[in-house]
């Protein structure tokens, strides 16, 4: 009776092996012995992916060429096909589970993890039906978590619904890029631009996104207003007080109007204390952590991006340091609650200021097991680093450990306390609000002290009280209104999770915690870097702006609102997560993708013809890639810049190219004007056999042939 546990990668499987007993490493395989599994256990593994959707060349030849005659591209049945570089892992994979009388899915436990799991075992062609199939599902890969997931195995056919939702999402994605993509880029063509213009379910929307915030931008007009402010002068301290009710004025005689009907004017006059109120406030720690969040606050904090937080959590979580990190969920449950408790002294140690954490009961604003679906909020493990290894860690991963440490310590810390102090001041008929807090318990703050950057104190006032003569500064002032901020990483990020309802409260989108956002949390970095990769998406100081090749494409979509919704895409993967709560078949989500792939075939052509924007879009891209095509000017020679290689068009004699890449070394800038200039360059490193060695070299250039200097 042979068990098989399929983990997703090496490393996911070499953690396994450590909560083992004993275990023989093989090729491709574990041998494990250990009082917890049956005998004859091994654990194979995946290299993530080890099975891909094929490409349409693969459905029929006409299609490795594009035409706009080919479309729509609607398989039969969709073929899926092992990347020859995996041939050889997938053959030991299907030996084993071919064998199997017991599989134990052990990749991610998520959606992803069960599409790349069942993916594996069906193109192994095995009867599952003729096999146990159970499921590990766990939060964290500490040796007694794995332990205890697997004293505590799962029915593997329970959690069939969720590959058949990721799959659903895989195929749908695969239908609207292999027809949207070809589509768009060959209609542009038309129109004389050049370059492959990409269209994504999830994607599209997101560009858009950005794509309406650099228009709202770049079309904002300034509008002048007038606001009316007192300063106020009581016991030799002033304080700045807001009329009340604010209101704002467009124009200076609304403004005096106002002022005469209030009998107040200009400059100082005679004020009186009308009000006086103390309240003492309590403001709780942040919410846990789901990944969305983090990698909002580690952006606005530190500037990294979304791919970079999750790869820096996803090292922690390997670590053995964090639990698992592509969740949604901002709770744990009790059990969590009391691990953390009983670890509590061992945690405080990585923190450098004491502070005392009394609120040794769970409160329901983060320990919430109901609010716990597939996984819980990200929070430190069992496993307490040393301060030698966090050492070790980079710098982007210290500052996560740091961040999550710090959030999950402040929940047993008392609130913050504050005493918040409103004098309403009356000039003439009018009058004036200011507010001032002053600190009377730091609490979690005090885990803070170093981010004062986000605490945004009010100023403190001074003592009075009702019924004191003031003396009262009225001024007018003139501003202008303020265009809207640019996405960064971190706010698009929130803005996918709320659909396009960018909001930074967090209460506000606890209350939109039914809104279903585009993309997962799986998936939300990725679709960013996609963006950046394409070159639809640049960044400039941490802001997000939308390049003019992405322009042209927003343009190009804008005409078709399914393409561009998020509110749209959100509905689809409410939809999609209804497959995997088996409300609806992937049938019937699919047929819904193809009626709407078949109507941008339809529509689109005459959506782009003869339009006024794009034509005049056009015109702005060409002159760009114009621009963009000059990589180098030399005395000698005019460096163009082509997507795989770059052209070299001498003063005199013919033109020849130069690749970018030489030996796993990417050839930048300073390499490729000394080759121009000189015919060779300095001894570069980072050179790499077919071994995979490191070396370095010389770069020499022999008419037009390149080839290395070991001199």
Same mark, same amino acid.
């Given at each position: ?531 950046? =990769?394409? /070159?639809?998406?640049? $960044?400039?100081?941490? &802001? ?5 090749? !992405?322009? +042209?494409?927003? %343009? @190009? ?93 001498? =003063?005199? /004699?013919?033109?020849? $190219?130069?690749?970018? &890449? ?5 050839? !930048?800038? +300073?390499?490729? %004007? @000394? ?37």
């Amino acid at each position: 009776m042979t068990t098989v546990i399929l983990a997703e990668k090496p490393s996911q499987a070499r953690s396994y092996v450590e909560a083992f007993q004993r275990s023989t490493k093989k090729q491709g395989y574990y041998i494990i012995n250990d009082s917890l599994l049956p005998p004859d256990t091994v654990i194979t593994f995946g290299f993530g992916h080890l099975v891909e959707l094929a490409a349409p060349e693969a459905y029929d030849a006409k299609y490795k060429h594009w035409s706009l005659s080919n479309l729509p591209i609607f398989p039969a049945h969709y073929q899926f096909i092992v990347p020859t570089d995996k041939k050889a892992q997938f053959k030991i994979v299907k030996e084993w589970l071919s064998k199997a009388d017991t599989i134990v899915v052990a990749t991610d436990s998520d959606r992803e993890g069960e599409n790349i799991a069942w993916s594996i075992m069906n193109q192994a062609k095995i009867n599952l039906k003729q096999k146990t199939i159970k499921r590990l599902w766990i939060n964290s890969l500490e040796k007694d978590a794995i332990r205890s997931g697997f004293k505590a195995l799962k029915d593997g056919w329970a959690f069939y619904p969720k590959y058949q939702e990721a799959q659903t999402r895989q195929i749908s994605d695969w239908l609207i890029g292999m027809n949207g993509s070809p589509l768009y880029t060959l209609l542009l063509r038309q129109n004389g631009v050049r370059g492959v213009y990409s269209i994504g379910r999830v994607q599209t929307p997101t560009l858009y996104m950005v794509y309406q915030r650099d228009q709202a931008i770049k079309n904002f007009k300034p509008e002048p207003y007038f606001e009316l402010n007192a300063e106020i002068l009581a016991n030799q301290q002033k304080f700045i007080a807001k009329l009340d009710p604010y209101q704002r004025f467009k124009d200076e005689t609304g403004l005096m109007t106002f002022m005469q009907a209030k009998h107040v004017q200009k400059g100082s006059q005679d004020g009186l204390i009308k009000d006086v109120q103390k309240q003492g406030k309590k403001s709780a720690s942040p919410r846990l952590f789901s990944l969305s969040a983090l990698q909002t606050m580690i952006n606005r904090r530190y500037h990294a991006s979304a791919a970079d937080v999750l790869k820096a959590v996803q090292a922690l979580y390997e670590a053995k340091y964090l639990s698992y990190p592509r969740t949604d969920s901002q709770y744990i449950t009790d059990q969590e609650f009391t691990y953390l408790r009983q670890n509590l002294a061992r945690y405080q140690k990585l923190v450098s200021k004491e502070i005392a954490l009394p609120q040794i009961e769970p409160q329901s604003r983060y320990v919430n097991g109901k609010k716990v679906q597939e996984h819980h909020a990200i929070i430190m493990t069992k496993t307490v680093p040393s301060q030698e290894q966090l050492a070790k860690l980079s710098k982007l991963e210290q500052q996560v450990y740091d961040l999550v440490l710090r959030t999950t310590l402040a929940m047993f810390a008392d609130p913050y306390e504050y005493e918040e102090t409103t004098i309403i001041t009356q000039v003439g008929d009018a009058n004036f609000k200011a507010t001032g807090k002053v600190p009377t318990k730091q609490g979690w703050q005090a885990l803070f002290d170093d981010h004062k950057a986000d605490q945004q104190e009010a100023a403190t006032l001074p003592l009075v009280h009702q019924g004191d003569q003031v003396q009262a500064n009225l001024q007018t002032l003139q501003k202008e209104t303020t265009p809207p901020v640019p996405f960064t990483e971190g706010t698009l990020i929130t803005a996918m999770k709320t659909a396009g309802k960018t909001l930074d409260d967090e209460e506000a989108q606890a209350i939109l915690k039914d809104v279903q956002g585009i993309g997962t949390s799986a998936t939300r970095a990725n679709i960013l870097e996609i963006l950046k =990769k394409r /070159g639809y998406l640049v $960044t400039e100081k941490n &802001k997000l702006h939308v390049s003019e090749a !992405g322009i +042209t494409l927003c %343009k @190009a979509v804008e005409l078709e609102p399914l393409l561009t919704s998020p509110e749209m895409t959100a509905k689809w993967e409410q939809a999609l997560q209804q497959i995997s709560t088996e409300e609806r078949t992937p049938d019937n989500f699919l047929s819904q993708i193809k009626k709407f792939v078949a109507k941008l075939i339809a529509d689109v052509p005459a959506q782009l013809t003869g339009n006024a924007a794009i034509k005049q879009q056009i015109n702005h891209q060409q002159q760009a890639q114009k621009f963009d095509e000059v990589f180098l000017e030399t005395p000698q020679a005019t460096v163009l810049n082509k997507q795989k290689f770059y052209i070299v068009k001498p =003063k005199q /004699g013919e033109s020849f $190219t130069l690749p970018k &890449k030489w030996s796993s070394k990417t050839l !930048g800038k +300073t390499a490729i %004007k @000394a080759l121009v200039t000189k015919g060779e360059t300095s001894k570069l490193k980072g050179f790499k056999s077919k071994k995979g060695k490191a070396f370095a070299a010389k770069l020499k250039l022999d008419g037009h042939k390149l080839s290395f200097d070991f001199d």
